[in-house]
């Protein structure tokens, strides 16, 4: 989970995480100030994508032990990495029963994520950089953070399986995912946007 210390208070959402740097590159003049509608569709990738992502790589990948172990035992102490091992199936079954996954909703997931790349791509159809400014907002960070799983970005950094190690119909459906409009605006906004630095 992520965690920001700011010594008199701590972060503990991503979305306050977020918002707290964005407010101060804005009010340093780093970043111009963003249109209403950036807040609401923000919003809208965190309650809404982020969600349907989550349960849909979810689905898929945990049957796929080792890739999803991998991933897990990612930069964490050894003494975790032993429970993951050990562990896999009991974990496998909380976070199947905390996230209520079920494999008959994938098609359900997969239109709900169909949709919401049908939005970034209608915004960006006027040949538009970013989805609200000249410059990266929240809402394009949010964007691509939350898709990231559906296009396994190679600049995300984080843990996440390659596209090799998927099952054979995950992989389909993040090729399709990457191909798209709104695909290839997260995979660039990871390629060239990932590692600058404002101010």
Do not use: C
Request: charge should be neutral.
């Amino acid at each position: 989970m992520p965690v920001l210390d700011l010594g008199e208070t701590s972060l503990t959402d991503a979305r306050q995480i977020v918002e707290y740097y964005e407010r101060g590159a804005r009010e340093s003049g780093r970043l111009p100030a963003q249109p209403a509608e950036s807040k609401q569709v923000f919003d809208e990738f965190f309650d809404e994508l982020g969600v349907t992502v989550r349960a849909w790589a979810y689905t898929y990948q945990l049957p796929q032990r080792r890739s999803t172990a991998n991933a897990w035992m990612h930069g964490v102490p050894w003494i975790e990495r032993q429970v993951i091992r050990g562990g896999y199936p009991l974990l496998a079954v909380i976070v199947k029963r905390s996230l209520k996954l079920r494999t008959d909703a994938l098609a359900e997931h997969r239109a709900a994520i169909d949709r919401s790349l049908a939005r970034v791509a209608s915004r960006l159809a006027d040949g538009r950089r970013y989805l609200f400014a000249d410059t990266l907002g929240a809402a394009d960070m949010a964007f691509a953070s939350l898709i990231a799983p559906a296009v396994l970005a190679p600049e995300y950094s984080g843990p996440l399986p390659t596209i090799d190690e998927l099952s054979e119909p995950m992989r389909q459906e993040v090729t399709e995912i990457r191909a798209h409009p709104a695909g290839q605006f997260a995979l660039r906004l990871f390629r060239e946007d990932r590692h600058v630095t404002l101010g």
